[in-house]
């Protein structure tokens, strides 16, 4: 797991849990892995880690006759499994920008960004973009640039704290060749959209988190890619679908 402020999210874990009796931690961690299943990123792997502990200390043993019975007490299939497989899938994603950034800059991106601009949390989205600038730019050309972007913000994003998405996006965006940009935005002679740029939005979707795209454009992403019939899906159908094709396009890749 990602490190935030010196410290992975299961020691966090830990160290919250440090003053309460067994019992009590079964109590809260259950609590923790009931919540509804439409989470962001970040509480996505704290639900991931919180069923680690769990698992680790045996702690369901304190109320239930095997770990089965209390995954049957908390429909562990139906919402605690498909939460802690789409935040593994994030995290290899994760794991694979931060590799490409350390490759091209030498550092990770938490020691290229200076303090004062460093995210509060690691999206895999940022990390993405960050992948991506890095292979544009060296760490000392993009952190000039990025800092230039943060001064660029529009009005409604001023008042947020380090870096954001929206941030390495407009740096990208500047280094980014002018015809590759043009390409991007050309449409198809016979007016559809481009299996490659289709796949391009399902990416983006991915990388935004599902969590932030809305039940409509998710149902117009899935369309695009799977056809008419994605009507009747539900939003988890179509999550798993999508989820599905790109990550055996990656192994294709």
């Known amino acids: 797991m990602l490190c935030v402020d010196g ?37 996505a792997e704290v639900i991931s880690a919180s069923w680690d502990y769990l698992c680790d200390q045996h702690l369901w043993s304190l109320k239930y006759e095997s770990l089965q019975h209390f995954r049957q007490i908390i429909s562990y ?37 200076p303090p004062d601009l460093a995210p509060i949390t690691w999206s895999k989205h940022l990390l993405c973009l960050l992948a991506t600038l890095s292979k544009r730019q060296s760490s000392d050309q993009a952190v000039p640039l990025l800092q230039q972007s943060i001064r660029e913000r529009p009005r409604r994003s001023r008042q947020q704290k380090g870096l954001i998405a929206s941030d390495v996006q407009r740096a990208i965006d500047k280094v980014l060749p002018s015809e590759t940009r043009d390409a991007r935005l050309k449409p198809s002679a016979s007016g559809e959209i481009e299996p490659c740029v289709v796949n391009q939005l399902l990416h983006w979707a991915q990388a935004v988190s599902w969590s932030n795209i809305c039940a409509t454009h998710l149902q117009t992403l899935a369309r695009l890619r799977f056809g008419p019939s994605t009507v009747t899906w539900s939003r988890s159908k179509s999550i798993e679908k999508i989820e599905d094709l790109l990550s055996s396009s990656r192994k294709d890749e």
Not at 13 to 40: F, K, N
Not at 77 to 100: A, G
């Open 77 to 113: 299939s139906k919402t605690v499994k498909p939460i802690i497989s789409r935040f593994k899938k994030s995290d290899r994603k994760k794991m694979s920008c931060l590799e490409i950034v350390n490759q091209n800059w030498g550092r990770a991106p938490s020691e290229v960004i």
């Open 7 to 43: 410290r992975s999210i299961m020691d966090a874990l830990r160290s919250t849990l440090a003053g309460c009796s067994d019992l009590q931690q079964l109590e809260i961690l259950t609590d923790v892995l009931l919540v509804s299943p439409s989470v962001d990123e970040r509480l």
